[in-house]
């Protein structure tokens, strides 16, 4: 059997304790071995689960451990492009929570140390290795709807924590940055199709997007969609995402946090009210992606989310950004 990939986790974070820690521990091929924390008591809910695992108590020290072969970073958004490209040059495979970076060019950076040493860097969207994403990408491109002509992507929470980092600007926080990466790149994976038109409404509340509506015109792959997202901070649980085509229309129920907002599910609809329901009740997309990434690095088997595809996304946000004009309502 190979050699597992030995992971250290650069910070407590409650979502690294909650999701990511627990699916590298759980996740064939992948050990978890190391944690950096300045707080010995944060660790103790780590070591739950990971006994043997060893502390460090700053991120420079875990990055100098000689046993960790890959760090997992879950810091807030600003310490993202930093902490990769030191983990990188410390000779360590690295998977960064998204977004990995706040503009384009940024991801640049990243790609070229990555190429330089040889190393996968890659950015923390899980969404991608769950087989209800792999389904709807196979229908929507075998055909199933015919030619896509729409496309509606919702995702929304409530979260008026003025002290959480997704409400301060200083760490990059907003709701495009925390969820838009997933309606605008879910959309990309599926269809090929990249943003050719774009329009979007902000309102904003201490210099972060808490709403945001982005409308336009997609277009590749053979195909051109009028498309509509909708992301908010500040509303009632909301996640669904519709393809819309000529012969019918997919829908995913529980398409961003499967197994916690719902079971996923793809719905084909078809003529003569015809729906097919496919589930996927066990799929685990974050200890899918750890499997992914630990494959990548010691079977050299191409990572099926690359920094490329994550700089597509990146591009949309900052054209969004760009175009964007603030309301109130």
Same mark, same amino acid.
């Given at each position: 059997?190979?050699?597992?990939?030995?992971?250290?986790? *650069? +910070? %407590?974070?409650?979502? $690294?304790?909650?999701?990511?820690? /627990? !699916?590298?521990? &759980?996740? *064939? +091929? %992948?050990?978890?071995? $190391?944690?950096?924390?300045?707080? /010995? !008591?944060?660790? &103790?809910?780590?070591? %739950?689960?990971?006994?043997?695992?060893?502390?460090?108590?700053?991120?420079?020290?875990?990055?100098?451990?000689?046993?960790?072969?890959?760090?997992?970073?879950?810091?807030?958004?600003?310490?993202?492009?930093?902490?990769?490209?030191?983990?990188?040059?410390?000779?360590?495979?690295?998977?960064?929570?998204?977004?990995?970076?706040?503009?384009?060019?940024?991801?640049?950076?990243?790609?070229?140390?990555?190429?330089?040493?040889?190393?996968?860097?890659?950015?923390?969207?899980?969404?991608?290795?769950?087989?209800?994403?792999?389904?709807?990408?196979?229908?929507?491109?075998?055909?199933?709807?015919?030619?896509?002509?729409?496309?509606?992507?919702?995702?929304?929470?409530?979260?008026?924590?003025?002290?959480?980092?997704?409400?301060?600007?200083?760490?990059?926080?907003?709701?495009?940055?925390?969820?838009?990466?997933?309606?605008?790149?879910?959309?990309?994976?599926?269809?090929?199709?990249?943003?050719?038109?774009?329009?979007?409404?902000?309102?904003?509340?201490?210099?972060?997007?808490?709403?945001?509506?982005?409308?336009?015109?997609?277009?590749?792959?053979?195909?051109?969609?009028?498309?509509?997202?909708?992301?908010?901070?500040?509303?009632?649980?909301?996640?669904?995402?519709?393809?819309?085509?000529?012969?019918?229309?997919?829908?995913?129920?529980?398409?961003?946090?499967?197994?916690?907002?719902?079971?996923?599910?793809?719905?084909?609809?078809?003529?003569?009210?015809?729906?097919?329901?496919?589930?996927?009740?066990?799929?685990?997309?974050?200890?899918?992606?750890?499997?992914?990434?630990?494959?990548?690095?010691?079977?050299?088997?191409?990572?099926?989310?690359?920094?490329?595809?994550?700089?597509?996304?990146?591009?949309?946000?900052?054209?969004?950004?760009?175009?964007?004009?603030?309301?109130?309502?």
């Amino acid at each position: 059997m190979t050699d597992p990939v030995r992971w250290g986790v *650069l +910070g %407590a974070a409650n979502f $690294a304790r909650h999701f990511m820690a /627990p !699916a590298i521990h &759980e996740a *064939l +091929g %992948a050990e978890l071995v $190391a944690l950096a924390t300045s707080d /010995p !008591a944060k660790a &103790e809910p780590f070591r %739950a689960f990971a006994p043997g695992l060893r502390l460090h108590d700053s991120y420079e020290a875990l990055l100098a451990d000689p046993a960790v072969e890959a760090v997992y970073i879950p810091l807030p958004n600003h310490l993202h492009v930093e902490w990769t490209l030191k983990a990188l040059a410390a000779g360590k495979h690295v998977l960064t929570e998204k977004p990995i970076a706040l503009h384009a060019d940024e991801i640049d950076r990243i790609i070229a140390a990555r190429d330089a040493s040889g190393l996968l860097a890659a950015e923390a969207f899980m969404i991608l290795h769950h087989p209800q994403w792999q389904r709807a990408r196979e229908l929507v491109r075998g055909g199933a709807i015919g030619p896509v002509r729409h496309v509606d992507a919702v995702f929304s929470y409530d979260n008026r924590d003025g002290a959480n980092i997704r409400n301060r600007p200083e760490t990059g926080g907003g709701g495009i940055r925390d969820i838009g990466v997933y309606t605008y790149g879910s959309v990309r994976y599926v269809t090929g199709a990249e943003p050719e038109a774009l329009e979007a409404r902000l309102i904003r509340e201490n210099g972060v997007d808490t709403w945001a509506q982005v409308t336009g015109v997609m277009a590749g792959e053979g195909q051109r969609f009028t498309y509509s997202a909708l992301t908010s901070m500040r509303l009632f649980p909301r996640q669904e995402v519709v393809f819309q085509g000529d012969l019918g229309l997919i829908r995913l129920t529980a398409p961003f946090n499967a197994a916690v907002f719902g079971e996923a599910q793809v719905e084909l609809h078809r003529p003569g009210l015809s729906v097919t329901v496919e589930r996927f009740p066990a799929a685990r997309h974050y200890k899918l992606q750890v499997e992914a990434f630990c494959r990548s690095v010691r079977e050299g088997v191409a990572y099926p989310v690359p920094l490329e595809f994550s700089r597509g996304t990146q591009v949309m946000i900052d054209r969004i950004f760009a175009v964007a004009t603030d309301i109130s309502l």
